[in-house]
């Protein structure tokens, strides 16, 4: 079973190019909603004993959890201690069970895959990338984006050319979608004919 990382730094179209390949019938996993399914169960109790204010009735409020890591490492390193070992786990449960069922091709949808190590549990890395006017003209469309939260998140992020730079494929979404899909079916024929290390 091959085993494609799949990241992009923030408003590169990583999301809906995961979409293309589970559209393709690859498994995908999911990191961010896996983080989503863990704020709303196994991980609420232990964020609330780290930040009280930020779980109510149960589960995580993103917004509040939001207020109080941005812009204190600290914090935010401690959110990190607390959610990556889960999504770790969650991910190998995704992978046994894809290998299970005879899987040739899986994508792990990473955003930090090269920020957290990543790249080391992948056979291959695709990054998801545009050029940096056409991303941040993405990002500052969203609800509540302000130009002071992209500079944030940006600068938690490896740089977009060192990505592409250590990636194995690239996919360009500035010339839409129906071109990246073309892209992400060349990789799949590419992949095809390679061997995965699991």
Not at 125 to 150: D, H
């Amino acid at each position: 079973m091959i085993v494609l990382g799949l990241t992009g730094s923030v408003g590169m179209g990583k999301s809906a190019t995961a979409k293309m390949f589970a559209d393709e019938g690859v498994p995908v996993f999911d990191a961010d909603a896996a983080v989503h399914r863990l704020y709303e169960g196994e991980a609420a109790p232990l964020i609330a004993a780290a930040f009280p204010a930020a779980v109510s009735a149960g589960r995580v409020d993103r917004g509040r959890l939001s207020r109080a890591v941005v812009g204190n490492s600290e914090a935010f390193a401690r959110l990190e201690a607390i959610i990556h070992p889960l999504v770790r786990k969650a991910r190998e449960e995704f992978l046994a069970a894809a290998k299970a069922e005879g899987a040739e091709i899986v994508v792990l949808d990473i955003p930090l895959l090269f920020e957290t190590g990543g790249e080391h549990e992948v056979d291959k890395i695709a990054v998801v990338s545009a050029p940096q006017p056409v991303q941040k003209e993405r990002v500052l469309a969203r609800a509540g984006m302000t130009e002071e939260k992209f500079s944030a998140i940006v600068a938690k992020q490896m740089p977009d050319s060192e990505k592409r730079k250590r990636a194995d494929f690239v996919i360009d979404t500035s010339r839409g979608f129906a071109a990246a899909g073309e892209e992400v079916r060349a990789i799949l024929r590419a992949l095809s004919q390679t061997k995965g290390k699991r």
